[in-house]
């Protein structure tokens, strides 16, 4: 259990750098946390460049509409000594409204039109208030929804006609100029701000995928931690187990023959010390992992079907006969299928061994043409003397079923258990069902 528990806090603290934190040692070509990191230098960049703007645009704002109120004030003053009071307020309203045109764009649109159109029916000409107005209408367009600004520029052209109407009276001066003037003045602010709406729209957009997958790497780098963590853990059971079981055994049989026969003691304790090496190399291999970039299966060579003989002969060694059989043309097989095939026939031989007592065990290899057929059969006390977690039951099936196959566990009729699995070549197998009981022998 310590061997386990410490085996995932450093797997843990090496899939940290994964998720934002790069690693130093790793050349940045490399690292698999460059796309996640990238994303979130770009979530932290416009955060941090959304607030400066805010700031800004605030400042900006109330000096544009101080400067353009100074102007339209001096440009009272140079044509006329007497200007009049609705004037001089109509200038300074439409003016510094735009204090406020990024957080009411709609009411000081309003505002500046107002000011304007009034400004032109009071008879007065040119003023620096159709800049602002300008202004306002381009807000406008760069907040609001597309008929908002159009209906906008549509009022607004009627209204500045209309005042230019009552100001000069009728017929007006050059009526369709000044028409096709507004028109082409405030269509270009209406552009240039629509323009605007759709270029924060797309940055918008890629802000959202940026962050939406950042959270799907993370979610994806969470997933591959557990799926590493339950592989390591099982591969420890399954080493541990086999292992711990087999060196139990033989120290039992030293034990008891210690005294009457020194030979048979001296050879168990080899077997012994055979078992410990063996599970130290499978222990490393496993805990290389961690310290690594390539995957586990590269380091050293995975146990397979042509390891079983030995794995049988260790299980008799330690007390429990084995009779292996292999039916069907041998042929090369994956090496997933080899690998899953030498775990199962493992950990059924394990439990076997810890729990059948006084028995013998049989195990009947079929190659066949899509896969391999497994048969772990005892003769022991039968399935309700395993009073074990189960761990490596679900752990066998877990193997079985990542290959597309099925395993069943079942009682033997007359006493005993008996363990089968298909494992295929291609992915799931066409007959995925499970078995039905044993007959017996």
């Given at each position: 259990?310590?061997?386990?528990?410490?085996?995932?806090?450093?797997?843990?603290?090496?899939?940290?750098?994964?998720?934002?934190?790069?690693?130093?040692?790793?050349?940045?070509?490399?690292?698999?946390?460059?796309?996640?990191?990238?994303?979130?230098?770009?979530?932290?960049?416009?955060?941090?460049?959304?607030?400066?703007?805010?700031?800004?645009?605030?400042?900006?704002?109330?000096?544009?509409?101080?400067?353009?109120?100074?102007?339209?004030?001096?440009?009272?003053?140079?044509?006329?000594?007497?200007?009049?009071?609705?004037?001089?307020?109509?200038?300074?309203?439409?003016?510094?409204?735009?204090?406020?045109?990024?957080?009411a764009?709609?009411?000081?649109?309003?505002?500046?039109?107002?000011?304007?159109?009034?400004?032109?029916?009071?008879?007065?000409?040119?003023?620096?208030?159709?800049?602002?107005?300008?202004?306002?209408?381009?807000?406008?367009?760069?907040?609001?929804?597309?008929?908002?600004?159009?209906?906008?520029?549509?009022?607004?052209?009627?209204?500045?006609?209309?005042?230019?109407?009552?100001?000069?009276?009728?017929?007006?001066?050059?009526?369709?100029?000044r028409?096709?003037?507004?028109?082409?003045?405030?269509?270009?602010?209406?552009?240039?701000?629509?323009?605007?709406?759709?270029?924060?729209?797309?940055?918008?957009?890629?802000?959202?995928?940026?962050?939406?997958?950042?959270?799907?790497?993370?979610?994806?780098?969470?997933?591959?931690?557990?799926?590493?963590?339950?592989?390591?853990?099982?591969?420890?059971?399954?080493?541990v187990?086999?292992?711990?079981?087999?060196?139990?055994?033989?120290?039992?049989?030293?034990?008891?023959?210690?005294?009457?026969?020194?030979?048979?003691?001296?050879?168990?304790?080899?077997?012994?010390?055979?078992?410990g090496?063996?599970?130290?190399?499978?222990?490393?291999?496993?805990?290389?992992?961690?310290?690594?970039?390539?995957?586990?299966?590269?380091?050293?060579?995975?146990?397979?079907?042509?390891?079983?003989?030995?794995?049988?002969?260790?299980?008799?060694?330690?007390?429990?006969?084995?009779?292996?059989?292999?039916?069907?043309?041998?042929?090369?097989?994956?090496?997933g299928?080899?690998?899953?095939?030498?775990?199962?026939?493992?950990?059924?031989?394990?439990?076997?061994?810890?729990?059948a007592?006084?028995?013998?065990?049989?195990?009947?290899?079929?190659?066949?043409?899509?896969?391999?057929?497994?048969?772990?059969?005892?003769?022991?006390?039968?399935?309700?003397?395993?009073?074990?977690?189960?761990?490596?039951l679900?752990?066998?099936?877990?193997?079985?079923?990542?290959?597309?196959?099925?395993?069943?566990?079942?009682?033997v009729?007359?006493?005993?258990?008996?363990?089968?699995?298909?494992?295929?070549v291609?992915?799931?197998?066409?007959?995925?069902?499970?078995?039905?009981?044993?007959?017996?022998?």
């Amino acid at each position: 259990m310590h061997t386990q528990l410490s085996t995932r806090e450093a797997l843990a603290r090496n899939s940290e750098p994964q998720l934002g934190r790069p690693d130093p040692a790793v050349p940045a070509a490399s690292r698999g946390d460059a796309w996640p990191a990238f994303l979130h230098r770009i979530l932290d960049a416009t955060r941090s460049r959304s607030r400066a703007f805010h700031t800004r645009s605030s400042i900006f704002d109330s000096v544009l509409a101080v400067l353009l109120c100074a102007a339209a004030l001096g440009g009272l003053a140079v044509r006329s000594s007497s200007a009049d009071i609705a004037e001089i307020a109509l200038v300074c309203l439409g003016a510094l409204c735009l204090i406020w045109r990024r957080l009411a764009p709609v009411a000081v649109f309003a505002v500046c039109a107002a000011s304007y159109c009034g400004y032109k029916a009071l008879g007065h000409d040119y003023s620096m208030l159709l800049l602002a107005l300008l202004i306002a209408l381009y807000t406008l367009a760069s907040t609001s929804a597309s008929s908002v600004a159009a209906t906008a520029l549509c009022a607004l052209v009627v209204g500045a006609s209309s005042a230019d109407v009552m100001g000069t009276g009728w017929p007006p001066r050059d009526f369709d100029d000044r028409i096709i003037a507004y028109l082409l003045a405030m269509s270009a602010a209406c552009a240039l701000g629509y323009g605007v709406q759709l270029t924060r729209a797309r940055t918008e957009l890629l802000r959202r995928q940026a962050l939406r997958l950042s959270k799907e790497h993370a979610l994806h780098e969470e997933q591959l931690l557990h799926q590493q963590q339950n592989r390591i853990a099982r591969e420890l059971h399954d080493v541990v187990a086999h292992q711990v079981s087999v060196i139990t055994a033989l120290a039992a049989g030293a034990r008891r023959v210690f005294d009457a026969e020194p030979d048979r003691a001296r050879d168990a304790l080899t077997s012994i010390e055979t078992a410990g090496r063996d599970a130290l190399i499978e222990m490393r291999r496993l805990l290389r992992v961690l310290h690594t970039d390539q995957p586990a299966d590269l380091l050293v060579p995975q146990p397979g079907i042509a390891d079983i003989p030995a794995l049988a002969a260790q299980i008799e060694a330690a007390g429990l006969p084995v009779e292996l059989l292999v039916t069907g043309e041998r042929w090369p097989l994956p090496a997933g299928v080899e690998l899953c095939a030498y775990r199962i026939v493992q950990e059924a031989l394990t439990n076997a061994l810890r729990y059948a007592g006084p028995a013998s065990t049989s195990v009947r290899l079929g190659y066949r043409q899509d896969g391999m057929d497994l048969t772990i059969r005892d003769n022991g006390r039968g399935i309700a003397a395993a009073p074990g977690s189960g761990q490596g039951l679900a752990g066998m099936r877990e193997r079985a079923m990542m290959l597309g196959g099925w395993l069943a566990v079942s009682a033997v009729p007359g006493g005993g258990v008996q363990v089968r699995a298909f494992l295929p070549v291609d992915g799931p197998c066409p007959d995925a069902v499970p078995p039905g009981p044993p007959r017996p022998p």
